[in-house]
Each structure stands twice: as structure tokens, then as C-alpha cells.
């Protein structure tokens, strides 16, 4: 039987692996690693969709997209990383019936993040 979270763990292993071998093909200079899923038309056997991912490098500091993540790369080390959650409807109801609400609401805010990502959490 699948254990919770490991599709996700796989998937943060595999990128991480892709993302250390561009840092050892690129050692040195300033650049961005671009990270991003998308669904597409095909459908696994259980019915959940298939992802494609993308890794993509930038010489000059991508846009910000939703549902990416940038990592900043000076000199072969990640120095900053800039994630934009995905445009997708949030189920309120499995969250409060999985982790439930805190007492004191509070909402995040952020500058760097579009108007439509500030949550109650």
C-alpha cells in the first residue's frame, strides 16, 4: 500500500537530482533553474492525471508564472527561491476535515505574490 506523501517525496527526489545535475554541468555564473508541472490530456489506470515536468535555465531572471518554482543560482549554489502556487481552487472542506483550522485566523501577506494568493491559514 502507498504511505501518504509518497508520490510527492519521489517527485521532490527526482527533481532534486535533476536540479544538482545542472549545477555540476554549470558551476559557475548566475542563472535561474525554472521548475514546473502541468497536467496533460492522459490518465493513469486510477484515473488521476499524468504530469509533465519542465526544468528549464534562464540567463536572465524568469517571469513570475504561476505554479513555478525559481531557483537563483550565483557561483553554483542556490541563493534564492521563489515559489508561485499554482491557480487552483482550494477544498476547504478536506483541509478542515484533515488538519482543521487554528483558533485565531490570520491572513499572509506578501508584496512579491499576486493579490489572489493571500490566504486565511
Partial sequence: MQQ?????????A?????????????????????????????????????LNRAIKVYNTKPPELIGTIVHEVKNGEIVDT?????DAPIDWESVLKHAGLEESMAVETNEKKAQAYLYNY
Fill in 4 to 12: 501518504l506523501g509518497e508520490t510527492a517525496e519521489a517527485m521532490e
Fill in 14 to 50: 527526482e527533481d532534486q537530482k535533476a536540479i544538482e545535475a545542472i549545477l555540476n554541468k554549470r558551476p559557475t555564473g548566475n542563472y535561474w533553474i525554472l521548475l514546473h508541472y502541468k497536467s496533460n490530456e492522459l490518465f493513469m489506470p486510477s484515473g488521476e492525471r499524468i
Fill in 82 to 86: 521563489d515559489v508561485s502556487l499554482p
